[in-house]
Structure formats: structure tokens, C-alpha cells
């Protein structure tokens, strides 16, 4: 049974580790890192999660290294974290649907350059300033900071060509009020419907948690019956 729910600062198993979009690192020539600042609730961990208050107003910073051998620009966007249909955290999505549920978009709260110019063999920091909401919230609100090189506006793109391979980096960015998260979540199921995806047929099940809180070692067993029977026709596992 595939899945799939708005992540609306609630989630469904996730890991939150500075991820590589596709590929690996070491074929990009460059790297980020978050600046931890004095609000991180772990500083042991390589993404911002940070306590903050209502209103609050705090400048973060994200460190580029160009391992390149000529200067390079990067473009940089933060989104909204949502769960995709595999149940895994997405944050490629700038312009989301929004839960009713969600706090606030955590996208609306930062401010942040859209490009970001390093030289070469380089490291160098920029600014995201963040702006939270007066209205206090439970649980947590996430979203990821994109960085992605810069593709200029007359690169010539070979003729014929569809696919073509583009890195990213996205760092996480939690944003919580408490330091030790008590909400609970509610998981409901709101919606079960066939649906066909490149061509083969599913049935497709639409599960929403909403508190803003993570959902871990999340296992779903699922069954489809008849009408009036208790046989089961299909039986699937998803973890």
C-alpha cells in the first residue's frame, strides 16, 4: 500500500542528516556545514535544531566550501519538510500544499540570499535570518535548506538531451519551544482510493498526523477485503 501525508512539522520516520540530492558528495567539488549557534538543542548532531520563542529574531549561518577550481555560485532555498509517498521526509517542494494543521510555514519565516557566490578553492558563510511567529506552537516545525549550484541563464543544453544529473545539499532546520518534546501524535486515516503511477495500479492510502511531532519506527500492516467478506486479496507491509 503506498503512502503518503502532508508533513506539517509532524512526520512520519526520518533522519535528519545533511543529505546529498542525488549522487554522492565527492563528485559535487563542494560541501556545507551548519554553524551551530548557542540555541542548538544538540550540538552534537551536523543540522540546526533550535529552542526558540515566540517572536524571536536570530540571525543562523550555513558555511560553503568550493573545492573547485574557479569561482562558482550557488543557489540557495528553504522549504517546507513533507512526507512523500515511500514515507520518507521531502524538502524539494517550494511551493507546498498547506495543512490546515501546520503551525506556520517555516519557509515564511526565514530570509535567506537566492545566490551565493564562493571563490574558488574556498570556504565562505551566509546569512539566513530567521523571524518567528508570536503565536506559540507545540512541537516541532521543520523544513531544509537547499543548496544546489547555480545554473546560469544562457548555459547552452546539448540537443536532445532530457536527463540531466544537478546536486544538492539539504541541511535541516528544526525549530522547536521546548527543549524535551512531549506532543504525541495522533495518526489518522483519512482517505483509501485506487490510484495508477507509471502505469500500474495501487491503492493508495492517505494517513495525516496532526501534531507537530515525528512519528518514528513507523510500521504500517494493510490489507484489502471484498465487500461483505473478510478474505483478504491483497496484504502488504510497510515500515
Keep these: ?23 554522492q558528495a565527492e563528485q559535487n567539488q563542494y560541501a556545507i556545514r551548519a554553524v551551530l549557534p548557542s540555541n542548538q538543542v544538540d550540538q552534537e548532531t551536523g543540522y540546526f535544531d533550535l529552542k526558540v520563542s515566540p517572536k524571536q529574531e536570530q540571525t543562523i549561518y550555513v558555511r560553503i566550501k568550493n573545492e ?5 555560485q550557488y543557489d540557495v ?10 514515507g520518507t521526509i521531502v ?50 516545525v521543520l ?42 501524535p495522533d495518526l489518522k486515516l483519512l482517505k483509501v482510493a485506487p490510484r495508477q503511477e507509471n502505469y500500474r495500479n495501487y491503492i493508495a492510502a492517505k494517513l495525516h498526523n496532526p501534531r507537530s511531532v515525528i512519528i518514528h519506527d513507523f510500521h504500517v500492516d494493510s490489507y484489502v477485503v471484498k465487500q461483505g467478506s473478510t478474505k483478504k486479496q491483497l496484504q502488504t507491509t510497510k515500515d
Design 143 to 184: 523544513g531544509g535548506i537547499n543548496v544546489s549550484p547555480h545554473e546560469q541563464a544562457n548555459q547552452k543544453r546539448q540537443a536532445g538531451v532530457t536527463l540531466q544529473n544537478k546536486f544538492a545539499y539539504v541541511l535541516g532546520l528544526q525549530l522547536r519551544e521546548q527543549a524535551n518534546i512531549t506532543v504525541k
Design 1 to 23: 500500500m503506498k503512502l503518503k501525508s502532508w508533513l506539517v512539522g509532524l512526520l512520519a520516520s526520518v533522519s535528519l542528516l545533511l543529505l546529498a540530492l542525488p549522487g
Design 68 to 72: 573547485a577550481a574557479t569561482k562558482q
Design 91 to 140: 524538502y524539494n517542494q517550494a511551493k507546498p500544499k498547506l495543512d490546515k494543521t501546520l503551525p506556520f510555514n517555516i519557509a515564511d519565516t526565514v530570509t535567506a540570499p537566492k545566490i551565493v557566490t564562493v571563490p574558488a578553492k574556498t570556504t565562505s558563510k551566509f546569512a539566513l535570518k530567521l523571524k518567528i511567529p508570536a503565536k506559540p506552537f507545540d512541537g516541532i
Design 77 to 86: 532555498a528553504t522549504n517546507l519538510a513533507l512526507t512523500g509517498d515511500s
